[in-house]
């Protein structure tokens, strides 16, 4: 198979990664479908899309107001007219209403072309879900994993077809930060990468490709660290979150979205919670893992979950800028 027999993708779950990716997938022409795992998923989804679609849209009037503001994502040409974003924002608004949501299998697998997997970074989970999932996918079908924390080869057995299954990793804010990362087991096959690549290419996206396995990754392996070294100076009570994100702001010049807990909140604190949940000595209250998965805890258990929602370290608005 390839790029151009590709038309019909689903991604399965809709949490902050998986809203993000469909609605991306949907801007760039492909038929659309994201399957959910019952009605009140689809309940969730709808306000999540919407938030995307907000974004996306104020991404696109930014640009329009301020060329330095282009986002690689949403057009491959940044030289364009104020007329021609225009038709890309009438482009955006048609495409993205036309995402369905689904709770059937066969509904939503059953054509599929690509399948992208962004459903709960738990094992037992991902397993089941792969091995229901194999009895309505083409033989066709590319299946893809968005997962960040686990290998594929975890998997591979699991989706009855490992030579067409690896993953492709997104970042956040996908239409600005527009990368996947893409990496195989010993058992992908050379058609399935290549497909994975020219698909990345395809929905405005850079492929990165990993000579072999490495848990987190390029991206998370840099960022992981980041996020620790922050989290550590609250949680232990050394400073607050604003004050390091100034920090690092002054000190780098790095953009005010740039900042470790302005990045924690486009991740999404649950997220944030599981990986620092990993690491030794996260079970004592008394260690500085502890500590921090007890900071995190406290904010997801309110809800302040991230950008997503509005409110995470941070308190958003509808575009997704901090309300002071």
């Known amino acids: 198979m390839d790029i151009s027999d590709v038309k019909r993708v689903t991604i399965a779950g809709c949490g902050t990664e998986g809203s993000q990716i469909s609605s991306m997938v949907a801007y760039k022409g492909f038929e659309t479908t994201v399957w959910l ?3 009140a998923s689809v309940e969730r989804a709808k306000p999540r899309l919407q938030a995307v679609r907000r974004q996306i849209l104020a991404a696109l009037d930014a640009w329009k107001a ?22 890309l924002k009438e482009q955006a608004e048609e495409r993205l209403s036309r995402i369905r949501l689904v709770t059937d299998m066969d509904q939503a697998f059953g054509d599929a072309d690509v399948v992208i997997e ?3 970074e738990d094992p037992d989970q991902k ?7 194999a009895s309505h996918l083409p033989e066709r079908t590319l299946l893809l994993t968005d997962s960040s924390t ?5 998997f591979a057995d699991s989706t009855g077809r490992p030579d067409r299954y690896m993953t492709l990793h997104f970042a956040n804010q996908i239409w600005r930060n ?3 990362e893409l990496m195989r087991h010993d058992r992908t096959s050379d058609e399935s990468f290549r497909l994975a690549e020219q698909f990345s290419h395809a929905i405005g996206m850079v492929p990165l490709k990993l000579n072999k396995e490495q848990p987190g ?5 840099l960022l992981i660290p980041w996020f620790k070294a922050a989290l550590y100076l609250v949680a232990t009570g050394v400073t607050d979150p604003a004050t390091v994100d100034l920090c690092w702001e002054l000190d780098t010049g790095a953009t005010p979205d740039q900042t470790p807990f302005r990045k924690i909140d486009k991740v999404g604190l649950p997220l944030a919670l599981k ?22 805890k406290g904010y997801v258990d309110q809800g302040k979950t991230g950008i997503a929602v509005g409110e995470g370290f941070y308190r958003y608005d509808d575009e997704g800028n901090v309300i002071e």
């Open 37 to 39: 795992r019952g009605e």
């Open 66 to 87: 301020d060329r330095s503001q282009y986002c690689r994502g949403l057009s491959d040409d940044r030289d364009l007219t104020d007329e021609q974003i225009d038709q």
């Open 118 to 120: 962004c459903i709960n």
């Open 127 to 133: 397993r089941d879900f792969y091995e229901r999932l």
């Open 150 to 154: 686990f290998l594929p080869s975890t």
């Open 178 to 180: 527009n990368l996947t």
């Open 217 to 221: 990754y390029i991206l998370n392996t």
């Open 275 to 296: 990986i620092i949940s990993m690491q030794p000595g996260a079970d004592d209250p008394t260690s500085p893992a502890g500590q921090m998965v007890s900071l995190l």
